[in-house]
Nanobody, 123 residues
Framework: QLEESGGGLVQAGGSLRLSCAPSERTFNIYAVAWFRQAPGKEREFVAA????????YYADSVKGRFTISRDNTKNSVYLQMNSLKSEDTAVYSC??????????????????WGQGTQVTVSS
């Protein structure tokens, strides 16, 4: 239902840009978020943006390094990741929420999910 792209291998301090777009018809999306999951760890929230782009949230661990944005003309959401660290290594997934609970930033509030894209940061 959502499709991510842009993952890969990068050295610490480098940058990557992830993209998220619907792979099939999706309806009434209030907001889109990025989550990540590292091996052996729980899935964690990274960043979220409302459909209008007027409300944005970031996890403390990525503030000042990551930027979430959207392009409504392309129906896409992006995650620009700068100053990457080894602890950013994870599978990154985008998710779409169809209700106002998206601002709880909990995975259970999101209805559409992508398959995920691997981001590996080498130190």
């Amino acid at each position: 239902q959502l499709e991510e792209s842009g993952g890969g291998l990068v050295q610490a301090g480098g940058s990557l840009r992830l993209s998220c777009a619907p792979s099939e018809r999706t309806f009434n999306i209030y907001a889109v978020a990025w989550f990540r999951q590292a091996p052996g760890k729980e899935r964690e929230f990274v960043a979220a943006i409302s459909w209008t782009g007027g409300i944005i949230y970031y996890a403390d661990s990525v503030k000042g390094r990551f930027t979430i944005s959207r392009d409504n003309t392309k129906n896409s959401v992006y995650l620009q990741m700068n100053s990457l660290k080894s602890e950013d290594t994870a599978v990154y997934s985008c998710a779409g929420a169809t209700g106002p609970l998206w601002s709880t930033l909990r995975p259970t509030a999101y209805d559409y999910w992508g398959q995920g894209t691997q981001v590996t940061v080498s130190s």
